[in-house]
């Protein structure tokens, strides 16, 4: 079991940066692949980009790559998303989930076990 808690959101302008964290719990965060989503009103849940349990690998949504980066410190059991030249469009709600053990970077929502209650993050022209 996985508990996961996302924090840093908050109102920010156009070009601006935020980084979002996740706090976890749980004896097995180590072992799972992370990733994080954002929902927008009246959208489907959207995936950004993921990394392996041990932070060696990355993937983006085309929609972030190069703006969006992740990162993990399983000592901290924290997962980062580092947002760089906020727009308008990326105002939504951010989510960290995991992965099950032994598969990662499924941009697929219902191939995650565990979700936070998300953060939200808007972008103000």
């Known amino acids: 079991q996985v508990e996961l808690v996302e924090s840093g959101g908050g109102l920010v302008q156009a070009g601006d940066s935020l980084r979002l964290s996740c706090v976890a719990s749980?004896?097995?965060?180590?072992?799972?692949?992370m990733a994080w989503f954002r929902q927008a009103p009246g959208k489907e849940r959207e995936f950004l980009g993921a990394i392996t349990w041990n932070g060696v690998s990355t993937y983006y949504a085309d929609s972030v790559t190069g703006r969006f980066t992740i990162s993990r410190n399983n000592a901290k059991m924290l997962v980062y998303l580092k947002m760089n030249d906020l727009r308008p469009e990326d105002t939504a709600v951010y989510y960290c989930a995991a992965q099950g053990i032994g598969t990662w970077g499924t941009i697929n929502p219902s191939e995650y076990d565990y979700w936070g209650q998300g953060t939200q993050v808007t972008v103000s022209s």
């Open positions: 749980g004896r097995t965060f180590s072992n799972h692949a």
